[in-house]
């Protein structure tokens, strides 16, 4: 639990997170939502036609994000969202899940989401940051865990061609798994 109150290296609390989560009311669920709504009005996605969103794909910390103010997909929303939670004090983790249809289609083609979870009140609540939902588990029945930890970069994820490799050794491993 502790563990999930620090920084990554791609979610360190930096003078302007800290200054964005101190201007959030609230604390607990209140604050997470505010939260997911400042992340959702203040991070444009799609990302601007002349960024070739594979060039800085896991590339970016959550304060360049937040200085860039655009998204390329889930993992920046959930960096930014993560990163402003654990300045509030609120433990977060980062969950790297991979679509169950990954494991039977071309392993080419990464197919996952990264959600969050907030401890609140001493119990673990999920949180889609891309789509700004709060869940009321942590269960991701369309998908299986990947990894959970501080940031992308902590799941050893550091753009398209390592996410293509851990991805791919561990469908490799889960199907062999389930076929025993």
């Known amino acids: 639990m502790e563990d999930f109150i620090k920084s990554g290296k791609q979610t360190v609390i930096t003078t302007k997170i800290q ?15 505010k939260t997911l709504r400042w992340v959702n009005k203040n991070i444009k996605y799609p990302a601007p036609d002349e960024i070739e969103k594979n060039d800085i794909f896991r590339s970016r910390t959550s304060d360049q994000i937040i200085q860039d103010g655009f998204a390329t997909g889930c993992t920046d929303f959930a960096l930014v969202f993560i990163a402003i939670t654990r300045a509030k004090g609120i433990p977060t983790q ?17 197919r996952g989401h990264v959600f969050a979870e907030c401890l609140i009140n001493n119990e673990w609540w999920g949180v889609d940051p891309m789509n700004g939902h709060l869940k009321f588990n942590t269960k991701y029945p369309n998908y299986v865990v990947f990894g959970k930890g501080l940031d992308s970069w902590d799941l050893e994820i550091f753009d398209m061609k390592t996410i293509r490799e851990r991805f791919k050794q561990f469908a490799i491993e889960y199907n062999k798994s389930k076929s025993n």
């Open 19 to 33: 200054e964005i989560a101190d201007s959030i009311d609230g604390n607990g669920f209140e604050f997470v939502i």
């Open 94 to 110: 980062y969950i790297e899940v991979i679509s169950k249809e990954y494991f039977i289609d071309d392993l080419d083609k990464v």
